[in-house]
């Protein structure tokens, strides 16, 4: 019995020190930090923010492409956007347009007269300057270099921004007589001018003089009609001023309609009057002119296909110490575009001459041009004329133009 009750006591005793010092290991294995001093940390200080960089400068925006307006060469003429080169923001500050214009021609056949084309020449080279003067003015000035002369073609201030819609150039300029005469040779769609304008108007420099200009544009529902009324110095290749007041009148009336999408129709008439070249006060010439010309020019297929049909017809009055003699002219032609570059037309010339009615000068060509691009064009004509002088000619004639820079259009 004593020896059970000393078995049991050693057996109490052995878990008792198993479980104290289980106890004691698991309170060693996670020890609880004694208490010490707080130590207050200093907050850490925000770093300074950097300024992000600017954003670059956005490039100065391109210019707009100029546009060339409809019918500004005539018979295939160019159309398009043109070129910009160089700096242009800074170039147009102050300079104006600039641009160059070679007309070279050349003949080959039989012509006796004393009309007749040299075999080979730069007949003109042009150079135009064009500028914006002011928000009211523009100016345009045409120099002409030939081999006889160097000249002022035309040189005029246009103000735009007058009261009552009215327009006024000031300067050297081609009187608004007819179409002809204020064609520049470049825009021409034959490589001559028609006999007409030779015999009764002053052929190729015709009526270009210096004077004053007004015109005003009438839009209605029927019709364009635009009113021109002109007064030059009187000095040109019909017209004489031997005293400051013998002025030369011009006055033109035309008007525009629209027929259908494709079609259209201009029409005018022209008159001008003048002392000319007789000795002797007192001798006038008057001339009237009536023009019409037919545009087709299908939208679809507007780069393809154009026909022009035109027409010019003069009468002219010159007063001679013999009295006065009346004289008329005419010309027929057509222009029709056949492909992307070329074209075709044909030309019908009758006219008498201006100090003389008797004497009778006729005419017809066949042209075909080719046009390798806007700023160029091959040019070729058949020539048969016969003179009032039984004299008979025939020609081939060749043009070559060629043109640098930026050059406006002419009037339409």
Do not use: C
């Amino acid at each position: 019995m004593r020896s059970r009750d000393i078995r049991r006591s050693i057996i109490i005793s052995i878990v008792s020190i198993v479980l104290s010092g289980a106890s004691g290991w698991a309170q060693s294995s996670d020890p609880s930090p004694s208490p010490g001093p707080v130590v207050q940390t200093p907050p850490t200080p925000s770093p300074t923010p950097t300024p992000s960089p600017a954003p670059p400068e956005a490039p100065p925006p391109e210019p707009p492409p100029t546009e060339v307006p409809p019918g500004a060469a005539g018979a295939g003429g160019p159309s398009g956007p043109l070129p910009v080169y160089g700096n242009v923001g800074a170039s147009k500050v102050f300079n104006p347009d600039i641009a160059v214009i070679g007309d070279f021609l050349g003949a080959i056949g039989k012509n006796d007269s004393e009309r007749a084309t040299p075999s080979l020449e730069l007949h003109e080279a042009e150079t135009s300057f064009q500028a914006i003067v002011d928000p009211y003015a523009r100016a345009d000035f045409f120099l002409t270099f030939s081999n006889d002369e160097v000249g002022v073609e035309e040189g005029f201030v246009t103000f735009t921004s007058l009261p009552g819609n009215f327009l006024v150039k000031v300067g050297k300029m081609r009187a608004s007589f007819g179409k002809v005469n204020q064609m520049h040779n470049h825009v021409m769609p034959w490589t001559d001018r028609p006999i007409v304008t030779d015999n009764l108007v002053g052929g190729e420099d015709g009526i270009d003089d210096a004077g004053i200009s007004l015109s005003r544009l009438f839009p209605n529902e029927l019709l364009f009609l635009e009113a021109t009324a002109e007064v030059y110095r009187g000095e040109s290749n019909i017209f004489r001023a031997p005293e400051r007041g013998d002025l030369t009148w011009v006055g033109r009336l035309r008007g525009y309609r629209d027929l259908t999408e494709s079609t259209n129709l201009d029409f005018g008439g022209s008159f001008a009057q003048g002392h000319n070249d007789v000795a002797g006060p007192g001798f006038k010439t008057r001339l009237f002119g009536a023009d019409i010309a037919f545009r087709y020019r299908p939208l679809r297929r507007a780069i393809y296909r154009r026909l022009i049909l035109r027409t010019e017809l003069m009468w002219s009055r010159k007063e001679l110490e013999a009295g006065p003699v009346k004289a008329f002219g005419a010309y027929v032609s057509g222009e029709y575009q056949f492909a992307q570059r070329w074209f075709a037309g044909v030309r019908l010339d009758r006219s008498d001459r201006a100090d003389d009615a008797a004497l009778v000068d006729k005419g017809a060509s066949v042209l075909l041009t080719y046009w390798p691009s806007e700023f160029s064009q091959i040019r070729g004509q058949y020539r048969h004329t016969r003179y009032a002088e039984d004299i008979k000619a025939n020609e081939l004639l060749f043009q070559v133009q060629f043109s640098i820079g930026a050059h406006g259009a002419h009037t339409f």
